[in-house]
């Protein structure tokens, strides 16, 4: 199966952009590759396809606090984060400055639930690192998972649960105080 890359801009989640990869019946053989290169990419191969088969690959099962070693967690506990997808995976690479491409038709072999997985460039063809600061996967998924908790769609998702949390309260508060008190109801005879 030949995989294109089809760019997805979505401008509120972060300044980079995000790579959708998808089976070539379904992308736009129209676009030329001076297109695709004007966003800086230098990784296209010939015809504009991509050998993403050669990079990393990371589940968000990898990076999740909430899954045990046994479930696929392969960062320590203290270090993983909870429940990450494959967008925020896949921005936390851009921020690093690492090229990635997002697969969802893909699933994690131990849970098929999972759906979904990114694959990261780490070094060049020639062997030289794109980032020397993650010179390895583990380094790698360590940064990711800092990166995570710090993404902007969490963030909001975070401020609008306190605000909800909050409001809840107050209604709760308010209602909650009453000038009757013990059961009520109806007195037996």
Known sequence: M??????????NVSEFFSFVALPQRYSDQQQSQSQKLEFG???LMDGGTLNIKKWVV???VYINSKKSVAEGRRISLS????????????????HLKLPSAVEIDKAYPRDFMQVGRVR??????????LNPASTSRKQLMQKIADLVPRHPERV???ESQK???QELQATTLTAGTSSKSGKGGKKKR
């Not at 030949?2 to 401008?11: A, D, E, G, H």
């Not at 270090?79 to 851009?94: F, G, W």
């Open 58 to 60: 990371m589940y968000p």
């Open 79 to 94: 270090k993983a984060c909870e429940n990450p997808n494959c967008i925020e995976i896949s921005d936390c690479c851009k």
């Open 2 to 11: 030949t995989v294109l890359v089809k760019i997805n801009r979505r401008s």
């Open 120 to 129: 990261v460039q780490l070094k060049r063809e020639d062997g030289t690192l």
């Open 41 to 43: 990419i230098q990784y």
């Open 156 to 158: 909001k998702k975070q």
């Open 163 to 165: 605000v909800k949390k």
